[in-house]
């Protein structure tokens, strides 16, 4: 069996940050951002949570595919910044959204999140387990950012995107998979659930909250690793399904830099117009910016049945992963 995608949903806070804000907090200027990284602006959370916008992503997707919550069977939600810590973000959806035969838990691949759990939901649905699956990318990935910090403040914003993946005779494309944990200190952020945090906030007086509880990056390496390791991954998945990248229509990828999406389509020898953008909107969502760009594809009429398109992840771990999927 396969899972096809039967229908999208995503779900953007209005309140907008522009790079012009941006550079009234730390020195910092429009045209650099832009230029660096091609983030104009990027959408931050106010109040919603990272299981609310999951819940209204989900609700938009359920429209998309015209099917009822009770027929959802499981749910795959990918974040790095759940509310909560327990309850899962997918216990709140499925009472959010009234899936009372769902079961579901979370997944946390960083950026990588959301291909990682595409795939994970190919696995149950080719073995059979499930068959109608909702997978969720959210963050509120602005609650880890560094706001005095310049090189990563400007590069991420908060959104959810999802997906629904509905059982049909066929055979899925092999996906690819890869961690690298050797480099895991080029993209890191400390948990503020330890004892570590817990002895600062008992001694707080006039001190900042330590650096390593918010994210940590060395920004070149993560460039190098995402520019060698994006091609690599998509030849690779490419290959297990015996196609090549003229066969493809869209490179859907992971959203955290306009230079890393044109160096991979450069490195892929193939036309950057295959591989729609749309950070300059929102910046990086981390697990929902794959889903939040199929979600718009999706109403602006872009996919046409039968279209192949290759999903690409990359980001903290290091993770890198890759997925073919025919429209
Ligand atoms: N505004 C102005 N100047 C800046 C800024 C800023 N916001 N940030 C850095 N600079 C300065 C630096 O201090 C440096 O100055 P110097 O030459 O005097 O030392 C200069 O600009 C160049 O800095 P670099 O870090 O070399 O700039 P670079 O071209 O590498 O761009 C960036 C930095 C945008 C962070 C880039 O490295 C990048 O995008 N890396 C990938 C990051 C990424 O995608 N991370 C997430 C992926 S995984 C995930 O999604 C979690």
């Not at 109040?47 to 009770?70: G, Q």
């Not at 910046?283 to 109403?299: F, Y």
């Amino acid at each position: 069996m396969i899972g096809r995608i039967c229908g999208t949903g995503s779900y953007i806070p209005p309140k907008i940050l522009s790079n012009d804000d941006l550079s009234e907090m730390v020195e910092t200027n429009d045209e650099w951002i832009q230029e660096r990284t091609g983030v104009r602006r990027r959408h931050l959370a106010d109040k919603e949570t990272t299981s609310f916008m999951a819940s209204e992503a989900a609700k938009r997707a359920l429209e998309n595919a015209k099917i009822k919550p009770e027929e959802i069977d499981f749910i795959l939600v990918a974040s790095s910044t759940p509310d909560v810590l327990f309850p899962s973000v997918a216990c709140t959806v499925q009472e959010e959204i009234g899936a009372v035969n769902a079961a579901g838990y979370d997944m946390q691949a960083a950026c990588t999140g959301f291909v990682f759990g595409y795939q994970t939901a190919q696995a149950y649905i080719a073995a059979g387990i499930y068959r109608t699956i909702l997978v969720i990318g959210s963050e509120c990935i602005s609650s880890l950012v560094d706001w005095t910090d310049r090189g990563t403040c400007i590069l991420f914003g908060d959104g959810a995107g999802a997906v629904i993946l509905r059982a049909e005779e066929g055979t899925p494309y092999p996906p690819a998979a890869h961690l690298d944990g050797s480099r895991g200190e080029a993209l890191i952020c400390h948990n503020r659930c330890t004892a570590e945090f817990l002895e600062f906030l008992s001694d707080k007086e006039g001190k900042e909250i330590p650096k390593n509880f918010y994210i940590q990056m060395d920004g070149r390496a993560v460039f190098q690793f995402a520019v060698r390791s994006v091609p690599q991954v998509t030849e690779e998945v490419l290959e297990k399904a015996g196609l090549t990248v003229e066969d493809i229509d869209w490179f859907v990828l992971h959203q955290a830099n306009r230079r890393i999406v044109e160096a991979v389509a450069k490195r892929l020898k193939t036309d950057i117009g295959k591989f729609p953008m749309n950070l300059q909107e929102y910046g990086n969502t981390s697990s929902a910016s794959v889903p939040i760009l199929l979600d718009e594809m999706n109403r602006e009429g872009m996919l046409k049945r039968g279209q192949k398109i290759v999903l690409a992840g990359f980001g903290a771990g290091l993770a890198y992963g890759a997925s073919v999927l025919e429209w």
